[in-house]
């Protein structure tokens, strides 16, 4: 089976979570994104999510295979 994080980033939280191949969610949470703060507040936000799941996933013995992230909008780096 293989398994990828969501990140869901929305104008107050992060949603993110730990999927398998067939669209089970085998772990979830959100982050607040901290966008009143700055961009780079987010960025951190991103990376925590990213993190949480990546604990998960180790402690659980599952290969993350990719991330995937979704935005509202137009992303201007």
């Known amino acids: 089976m293989k ?3 969501a990140i869901d980033l929305c ?3 992060i949603k993110y979570a730990v999927i398998n191949d067939i ?3 085998m772990f979830l949470g959100n982050v607040p994104t901290y966008a009143d703060i700055s961009a780079i ?6 990376l925590l999510a990213i993190i949480k799941c990546t604990l998960f996933a180790n402690i659980h013995k599952l290969q ?3 991330v ?3 935005t509202p909008g137009i992303v201007n780096i």
Request: proline share 0%; hydrophobic share 40%.
């Open 23 to 25: 669209g089970d969610f």
């Open 64 to 66: 993350i295979s990719g």
């Open 11 to 13: 104008g107050t939280t």
């Open 3 to 5: 398994y990828a994080i």
């Open 41 to 46: 507040a987010v960025q951190k936000q991103i």
């Open 68 to 70: 995937g992230i979704g």
